[in-house]
């Protein structure tokens, strides 16, 4: 029997955040650009993990080296009709969850990073950041602070 290697599929990458808002140290973004959908990737509907990426514009200074931004999210048809409840708000994370953290290196300036995030038993979640920084991250016309979702699976191509 031949060896078949294992490949990572990727789906299509989806806008969850898009926000011309400043978010102040310490506190969570507002409202969600969109809701990201697990279940209706054309390649790999119901994906187990995903590619998180954030572009995070600008800042009042130079953040600390090594704090971070975090990715939480509040779980959407949870059961298939119901959602979790109290989305983040200021400091307080409410009903949401942690995804992960991307770092931030100690620049004022625009910096991307991206991280593997685990969406086991995920159907819909509606994502947040929170500005774990000292610094305010400064969200202006043209240069929004953005993350983008892009799912994936592993697979063997036939």
Sequence with gaps: MPDVP?????????TVINTATDIAANNFSGAPAATFDNTTDAVVPYAQFANAMIEMPDWAAAPVANTSVELWGVLLNTDGTEDDTDAPSGTASGGARPFGSWTVAAVDALQRRTIVIDLTGVLQVDFYIKNGTAQNMNNDAGTNCVVKITPFSFGVNV
């Design 6 to 14: 294992a490949k990572q599929i990727f789906g299509s990458a989806q």
